[in-house]
């Protein structure tokens, strides 16, 4: 897991913890199987995944991923890092859509 965390997780688990969203519970750093969720709520099985900017090879790792999680029931939402903090309420409207 890693400790420290980009400003957009930081403001994403502001958010996200304690039940403040939707009263879901979500977890920060979670694993599934070979894999580490940025965010992750079990009850509804939603993945939260920030993104930096990406290369070709991480592309394919996170298409692979994703199609991996979802073969499993977990849904993936994706958001690039300057999205979670420009445009935080239409973020936090996309993860909220997902949670009801």
């Given at each position: 897991m890693r400790r420290n965390m980009t400003d957009a997780e930081a403001l994403m688990w502001q958010l996200l913890r304690n039940r403040r969203?939707?009263?879901?519970?979500?977890?920060r750093q979670h694993p599934?199987?070979?894999?580490?969720?940025?965010?992750?709520?079990?009850d509804k099985r939603l993945?939260?995944?920030l993104d930096g900017?990406?290369?070709?090879?991480?592309?394919?790792?996170?298409?692979?991923?994703?199609?991996?999680?979802?073969?499993r029931g977990i849904r993936v939402l994706r958001f690039w890092n300057n999205e979670v903090l420009s445009e935080t309420e239409a973020v936090l409207e996309v993860i909220y859509s997902a949670l009801v």
């Open positions: 969203l939707a009263s879901a519970k979500f977890r599934v199987g070979r894999y580490i969720l940025d965010f992750y709520c079990d993945a939260v995944e900017g990406q290369h070709g090879e991480a592309l394919v790792y996170d298409q692979t991923r994703d199609a991996w999680l979802e073969n």
